[in-house]
């Protein structure tokens, strides 16, 4: 059977397909569009369908819309209560009419859907069915804290060979998304989209208003929490854009950051002892927050915790299709990895190259080639396979440097035109993570924990160690990615250092790169040294020679 999910209601739009027990594909639609988080989340964009993200999933597949069994979309208009608290009072109810709508838009999107097959997927039911459905694990706890979605803006309950028993929900307008994102805004960055500056930010504070936020912010007896007003004022003035931060607003940072910690803690115990479970698995915007995810494995009550890479908006799709799928009877296989989107064979990349009309070559040893470049300190952009689903550049769309150059965490921020606050990942060898890495999860591909840097590799990695010590890392196995996994080998034998930094294909502002036309012009706007365009190198001193 077909299933096809759809995610369009507030950001991140997206779209991917299940068929016959098998994730084939899904992609979020910025990366078509080229619109960062595909339009912005607001109630008068929510008629905006990700037309071509479906349209290409469904090629994909060699499938015509007239062939899917049905359609998920992540939103289910009939739990919306008019006049319900935490709801735009000006602008919900015409958020709610294109929901109900959506199905005639789908049709009209995809010529010969048949609206009837248009089925609605409570919006954390999707987040959910996206972490316990797509997880390695036939029977889970499922944890799912976000903004908000129709009437609720969290979810915990669990999996029993594929079925959900919901345990616990949170009315609006008590959201721990909502919070975080007014804090995000407060301190002067975009809210549903920078969330993760706030992050980066509270490492460079202590939680001093912790015992105040403790009051404001409680957890209930129920499996759920209380958000009281707050004052974000009386912490630290509000920033605009660009404005330089204090220790004042590092302050505020982590503590808020400090109290979400404390709050999922207490949520995932609440899920424990009614579960029993060993794992725990989790979606919904906040499972982006990795510094919370490494303290809830460390400190909370579960053995395993499975994140959903494409955890915010965009899984909704994944998690929709996956539940038609179960609803069906027919569940689908765990999800293989996060490189679902789309990609390019040699000759249709040479295409692109010629008619580019840049010179290129193609060396006997792609990985060594790129590992001697890396070694010599220069940037390589790395276009390789399919594109990642998800908000993290998981070694297909990637920009590489030396992390023994301190100052390459200034120059790539400066290469992609943004604030100097933010770190920079690296990317290890799964089998010598152990050596260089503690207190987080081994093996961790999708970029979602941190780890603690071993004090004898920190002053040998200095361009991907946070101010705090700490690193988001990505394993690679050389099971799952050969390629990338010979070019890290290749760079340490020549520099000793199993390990590369590695940051998203783009620029500021703009989503990761998707096909061969984003990616030479990303190595066209920026200064990067080499493009690595599937077997092919561009070098930039020969494309751009006087």
Same mark, same amino acid.
């Given at each position: ?163 959900l028993t919901v345990l616990a929900t949170q009315k609006l307008p008590h959201s721990l ?58 912490? %630290?003035?509000? /920033? ?9 607003? &590092? *302050? +505020? #940072? =982590?503590? $808020?950051? !400090? ?90 990349? %040479?295409?692109? /190259? ?9 060396? &006997? *040893? +792609? #990985? =060594?080639? $790129?590992? !001697?470049?890396?070694a010599a300190d220069r940037i390589v952009a790395w276009f390789q396979g399919r594109s ?159």
């Amino acid at each position: 059977m077909k299933f096809l999910g759809i995610n369009a209601i507030f950001h991140d739009p997206a779209a991917a397909l299940v068929v016959d027990g098998e994730i084939v594909a899904a992609a979020e639609e910025e990366r078509f569009s080229r619109r960062k988080h595909g339009k912005r989340s607001v109630p008068f964009s929510a008629w905006e369908l990700p037309e071509r993200a479906a349209a290409w999933c469904l090629e994909q597949a060699g499938l015509r819309p007239e062939d899917l069994d049905a359609v998920a979309y992540s939103y289910d208009p009939d739990l919306v209560r008019r006049g319900q608290p935490g709801l735009d009072r000006n602008w919900e109810d015409l958020r709610t009419t294109y929901a109900r709508r959506a199905p005639a838009f789908l049709a009209a999107a995809l010529p010969g859907l048949d609206c009837s097959q248009v089925r609605y997927v409570p919006h954390h039911v999707a987040h959910a069915a996206s972490a316990g459905l797509a997880a390695p694990y036939r029977d889970s706890a499922v944890l799912v804290c976000d903004g908000r979605g129709e009437a609720v803006s969290h979810l915990a309950g669990h999996y029993r060979d594929g079925e959900l028993t919901v345990l616990a929900t949170q009315k609006l307008p008590h959201s721990l998304g909502l919070m975080y994102e007014e804090v995000t805004e407060h301190l002067g960055f975009l809210r549903s989209s920078d969330e993760y500056q706030v992050m980066a930010l509270a490492s460079h504070g202590e939680p001093r208003h912790l015992a105040e936020l403790r009051e404001l912010i409680r957890t209930t007896s129920d499996g759920g929490f209380h958000i009281g007003p707050v004052d974000w004022g009386g912490y %630290a003035k509000a /920033l605009g854009k660009g404005e330089p931060w204090t220790d004042e607003h &590092a *302050d +505020l #940072a =982590a503590s $808020v950051q !400090a109290r979400l910690e404390e709050v999922l803690l207490e949520l995932a115990r609440w899920l424990h002892e009614r579960t029993g479970d060993r794992c725990l698995t989790m979606a919904g915007g906040v499972a982006l927050n990795c510094v919370a995810n490494t303290r809830l494995l460390a400190e909370g009550p579960f053995e395993e915790l499975w994140v959903q890479p494409a955890a915010g908006d965009a899984g909704t799709a994944l998690g929709g299709a996956l539940h038609l799928a179960q609803a069906f009877g027919e569940p689908a296989a765990p999800m293989p990895g996060a490189a679902l989107g789309r990609d390019w064979n040699e000759e249709e990349l %040479a295409a692109w /190259l010629e008619t580019a009309r840049v010179p290129y070559e193609r060396p &006997a *040893d +792609l #990985a =060594a080639a $790129v590992a !001697a470049e890396l070694a010599a300190d220069r940037i390589v952009a790395w276009f390789q396979g399919r594109s990642e689903y998800g908000p993290r550049a998981l070694g297909r769309r990637s920009l590489l440097a030396h992390p023994g150059r301190a100052a390459n965490t200034e120059r790539l921020n400066e290469v992609k035109g943004r604030e100097r606050l933010r770190p920079i990942a690296p990317m290890v060898l799964a089998e010598r993570a152990h050596e260089i890495f503690e207190r987080g999860p081994i093996p961790s591909p999708y970029m979602l924990f941190v780890h603690d840097v071993r004090p004898a590799w920190r002053d040998r990695i200095p361009a991907v160690v946070h101010v705090d010590g700490t690193a988001r890392i990505q394993t690679v196995d050389r099971a799952d990615d050969p390629l990338l996994a010979r070019m890290l080998r290749e760079f340490e034998a020549r520099t000793g250092l199993p390990v590369v930094v590695n940051t998203s294909l783009n620029t500021a502002g703009r989503p990761m790169a998707d096909d061969p036309r984003d990616a030479l012009e990303c190595f066209a706007s920026a200064p990067v040294d080499l493009l690595a365009l599937g077997p092919y190198l561009i070098r930039r001193k020969e494309a751009f020679a006087p």
